[in-house]
């Protein structure tokens, strides 16, 4: 209590003391008046006993009225005090549960209420949804039982956004009738809106469903006082609660894209405004063998350099004009052997404003898919795709394999009567049904010679332990092609394979001069198929005494005569496989 309180209590108390002494005094002056005064001294005594007991009556009122004066002051005094403190508690957090659970504790404390409801508006829905319940002993209450309320007073405050408070709900002519307040047998209720400058938010609702009067108008000028700031204050919550969701989002996303750049296969290098890396992802550091920690958050120009990858001017070009670029290179890349081929994207990077603040470098190795490239011209795509060491394979080798040659049989005098185009495009047609064949049982189409087609089976790019039965098949299959594809030209067009097969040693590699190389196979084995195809008739297929050996339960045979071989002194015994 303030002095200035204690000195007029102290007041208060030494005028009701005189005020009892003087009454006391009139009593004993009477009693003297009766017994030593005359009759006529008596009445005059009487009538001024009675004036100054009716002074004494007015004084004693007077000081009672000025009592409870005093303390509906104090009251007020202490709950606004206690509304100054209760408002920096509510205003000293920006944790939105926190918040709302202060803003109902105060409530109660404030207005005395049984429970309080803190209901705000739903952005989307414009419905009003119960975010904070309490009780006066600083319970919250459950959900279902938070909404057991007077809507018609909720709905009342939200669409005027006036305040409203009743002493006794149930007969108020107001709200009397309405169903919330029969059900719920609700009483006294204060209600008051949440304001953000024009724009209601929510309310706050109070009530006890027990005692009657317990809410006057002054209870609902303080409550809405408090109202006031609490909206604040939730608003506030509200908005850092959004902003701690938009920044975990944001968090998760960024640990999204680091994991998918750490995840996907292709390297991605990302130069900042700065001019430093700002992102060196795994497989970056898995094609240029440099570790992260060298590159990252140093100099890019600095980082080019190490990674030996020339590229500064077009880093500097899409920064200056923010288009996309591309470019492949080959690069040598420490402790590895050879070039590295790279397919590279320049792509700028770009805020909000589309202002550009960086480069996005994606890089693919390409190496591997460069040498599969160059090995498809020569391996059917099954192989292909089986195919992982590819230079050890290109590296010549002497090794025993089937050799097959397939030749257009009176190509060179029906090519005298064709035009050039014509004669390419007939060509062409039968050597696509001899490259199916031969794809068909996985053989290597070596070349094309003129009129004839080379295959080989079991080199170190298409090792097959039945690479002769292969061979033969191969052939066979060539020939029955032909009666399909005869039924598709006309007459003139109609030409046939002589097939000749062989199996033996022979050097296989990259054969040619230092401007050309083509993968193919050198020896006696590749000799001697080429001799028995020059032997075979059109639609005949030719194997030689090895072939026959390998093969001889596998297929019907005619044995013809003995052939001389150039190179051999010794006649070959050769066979013409019946289909």
């Known amino acids: 209590m303030s002095t200035t309180e204690t000195h007029t209590h102290n ?11 003087l009454d006391s005094t009139v009593d004993a002056h009477q009693r003297t008046l009766v017994t030593t005064r005359d009759d006529l001294l008596k009445q005059q005594t009487a009538r001024t006993s009675d004036e100054i007991s009716r002074l004494i009556f007015y004084a004693r009122r007077t000081v009672e009225d000025l009592e409870r004066r005093i303390e509906a002051q104090q009251k007020e005094r202490g709950k606004l005090i206690a509304l100054q403190r209760i408002s920096a508690a509510v205003n000293s957090s920006l944790d939105l549960n926190q918040v709302l659970n202060t803003v109902m504790d105060a409530i109660t404390e404030l207005t005395e209420a049984e429970r309080a409801i803190l209901l705000l508006i739903d952005e989307e829905s414009g419905r009003l949804e119960v975010k904070a319940a309490r009780t006066k002993e600083r319970q919250t209450i459950e959900p279902e039982a938070a909404y057991e309320i007077s809507r018609s007073v909720v709905q009342m405050v939200t669409g005027n956004g006036e305040a409203v408070v009743t002493t006794n709900a149930q007969l108020d002519p107001r709200f009397s009738a309405q169903e919330s307040i029969i059900s719920y047998n609700l009483r006294s209720i204060v209600c008051v809106p949440l304001q953000i400058k024009e724009t209601i938010t929510g309310v706050i609702y109070a009530d006890n469903r027990v005692t009657a009067g317990i809410f006057n108008d002054t209870d609902r ?11 604040i204050a939730v608003e506030n919550a509200l908005l850092f609660q959004q902003i701690r969701n938009h920044l975990v989002e944001i968090t998760e996303m960024k640990d999204l894209m680091d994991n998918v750049f750490e995840s996907i296969n292709s390297g991605v290098i990302t130069v900042d405004e700065e001019d430093r890396i700002a ?12 570790p992260t920690q060298s590159v990252l958050f140093q ?9 030996q990858l020339p590229v500064k001017e077009m880093i500097d070009a ?8 591309s470019s492949e290179l080959d690069v040598s890349v420490q402790d590895r052997s050879g070039a590295t081929s790279l397919n590279l994207t320049f792509s700028p990077l770009r805020d ?3 202002q550009t603040l960086g480069v996005a470098v994606v890089l693919d190795d390409v190496s591997e898919k460069k040498r599969l490239e160059s090995v498809r011209r020569y391996l059917p795509p099954a192989l292909v795709e089986q195919l992982r060491e590819f230079e050890s394979s290109q590296r010549p080798q002497r090794r025993t394999m089937s050799v097959l040659f397939a030749d257009v049989r009176g190509f060179s005098t029906y090519s005298e009567k064709l035009e050039p185009e014509k004669l390419i495009e007939v060509i062409n047609g039968y050597f696509t049904e001899a490259v199916r064949a031969i794809t068909q049982y996985e053989g290597l189409t070596d070349k094309f010679m003129g009129d004839a087609v080379m295959a080989l089976y079991n080199t170190p790019l298409n090792p097959q332990p039945d690479h002769v039965e292969r061979a033969v098949r191969t052939a066979l299959m060539i ?11 006309p007459p003139d067009r109609r030409l046939h394979f002589g097939i000749g097969v062989h199996v033996g040693e022979a050097v296989v590699g990259n054969v040619g001069s230092t401007a ?5 196979a050198i020896g006696d084995a590749v000799n001697l198929a080429k001799r028995l195809q020059e032997n075979a008739e059109p639609d005949e297929v030719i194997i030689s005494q090895a072939v026959y050996d390998a093969v001889r339960d596998r297929v019907t045979v005619e044995a013809l005569e003995p052939i001389q071989v150039k190179g051999r002194q010794a006649l070959e015994q050769i066979y013409r496989v019946v289909i």
Do not use: C, P, W
């Open 479 to 489: 020939q029955r092609q032909m009666s399909a594809y005869h039924a598709t030209l």
């Open 516 to 520: 050309r190389k083509d993968y193919s």
């Open 279 to 290: 992102l060196y992802n795994r497989a970056a550091e898995r094609i240029f063998n440099v």
């Open 11 to 21: 007041n208060m108390r030494e005028l009701r003391d005189l005020l009892n002494r």
């Open 299 to 307: 100099a890019y120009e600095a980082v080019l350099t190490l990674l």
């Open 318 to 325: 899409v920064r200056a004009n923010g288009d996309t670029q």
């Open 352 to 354: 909000i404003q589309q």
């Open 221 to 231: 000028d303080l409550l809405q006082a408090f109202a006031n700031q609490a909206a």
